[in-house]
């Protein structure tokens, strides 16, 4: 008896289904690629959803043809595992330029995607919601329920709406905020109901306003939570020209500087508190969740400044990194690390770590940048973050 050649069609479907799916993770290319392969390989794609397994989609025509693609297959047939949504055309090989001006029918399709696809298999989600010109409508920070969801990363006009309206996601652990518009003065309890299990946040952008103090409050209460009655010595005033005299006629335009003050004293938190580590209790310390074991915050470059009306740019951060600074200073009192340094992986899920990096600096020279500059480069930073988390876990928290 002569036993039949095996070649790639007399494989059973059980296991070209599973190849497929992990051949299929650099962003839809090879899934793309596979169905063109053959009649019988496209039937098993459409039918088991393994050329979709990641999908990158910029631009309303794309989002808009996946869509689709979508609503043509069966429900058991749209396990998207990892997907990054971004609502301008943009290429990491070519210069071309699509600005934010009006990206509501895109943001349409992105939301549309959302409630089409099976909600089961998402893992990882990066999303920005920006739409230019025209007006923001409400996108809750969890629109549709992810029972699976690990990773999210959203940029976009988030403010507390977002966060009251939002869904729960019970598996949440990595959520990356990197852009918004305000936060929520509870910011932590919204993320306790949100996401209970979270173990790593990174926010990027702390913007001004009247929630500026939102974000550092909720710092110091991640701080204080390994020792609440840790005491943080009160800071020297630094050395100082001595002051005018009180009737020399300019004393009125150098009054002397304020006493420095901590970060307690400059937030107005009351440091009572009852119980010791992670149990205590504060009468106005924010509150943190349980699982939260590492935070990142990053100035991320968001706007463009012309210089003199002379052609050239330059980069800032919309935020005085002050109050920043001090909390950085000010961790080292409750045993929170500023870096991994050589600690091992348990070590890690079991300290507390608190990371505040410097101002952002692009890895060309950017002082003849122009805006479609900035966008492409976001637009790079974002789909790399989002290629290593979804492939190795790393990402915006290395």
Not at 172 to 192: C, D, K, M, S, W
Not at 268 to 285: F, H, L, P, Y
Request: hydrophobic share 35%; proline share 9%; charged share 20%.
């Amino acid at each position: 008896m002569i036993t039949p050649r095996r070649t790639l069609m007399n494989t059973p479907n059980e296991l070209l289904t599973p190849i497929f799916s992990y051949a299929s993770t650099d962003g839809g290319k090879t899934g793309a690629a596979l169905s063109l392969v053959s009649r019988e390989v496209r039937a098993i794609c459409k039918s088991s959803g393994a050329d979709i397994t990641t999908a990158v989609l910029c631009g309303e025509y794309q989002l808009k043809r996946f869509f689709i693609m979508l609503r043509r297959r069966p429900y058991y047939a749209r396990k998207v595992k990892s997907l990054f949504m971004y609502p301008t055309r943009c290429s990491l090989r070519s210069n071309e330029y699509y600005p934010f001006e009006d990206n509501k029918n895109a943001v349409f399709y992105m939301l549309a995607i959302l409630k089409t696809i099976s909600a089961n298999h998402l893992e990882t989600l990066s999303i920005n919601i920006e739409m230019g010109n025209t007006s923001q409508p409400l996108v809750p920070l969890i629109p549709f329920e992810f029972p699976s969801l690990k990773e999210l990363s959203i940029s976009g006009p988030l403010s507390d709406d977002a966060f009251e309206q939002s869904l729960i996601a019970p598996r949440l652990e990595r959520l990356h905020i990197q852009n918004y518009a305000t936060l929520p003065l509870n910011f932590g309890e919204h993320l306790v109901r949100i996401c209970p299990r979270i173990t790593h946040l990174r926010v990027d952008a702390p913007c001004q306003g009247e929630d500026s103090m939102a974000l550092p409050r909720f710092l110091h209460a991640y701080c204080r939570l390994e020792h609440p009655s840790a005491e943080v010595p009160q800071p020297q005033p630094q050395a100082l020209p001595a002051p005018l005299p009180q009737f020399h006629p300019f004393a009125a335009l150098f009054p002397p500087p304020p006493p420095p003050t901590t970060v307690a004293q400059e937030l107005g938190v009351d440091v009572e508190t009852r119980g010791r580590g992670r149990n205590a209790q504060s009468k106005s310390v924010a509150l943190v969740p349980s699982y939260l074991r590492r935070i990142v915050i990053g100035f991320r470059p968001l706007k463009v400044d012309d210089i003199l009306n002379g052609g050239g740019y330059r980069l800032y951060p919309n935020r005085d990194m002050t109050i920043y600074k001090k909390i950085a200073s000010e961790q080292s009192y409750f045993a929170v690390e500023r870096k991994e340094d050589l600690e091992t992986l348990e070590d890690r899920r079991k300290r507390s770590m608190l990371i505040i990096l410097s101002l952002p600096g692009p890895p060309t020279d950017h002082s003849n940048w122009i805006p479609q500059d900035l966008v492409r480069w976001r637009f790079q930073e974002d789909l790399k973050s989002w290629y290593e988390r979804a492939t190795t876990g790393k990402g915006c928290w290395a």
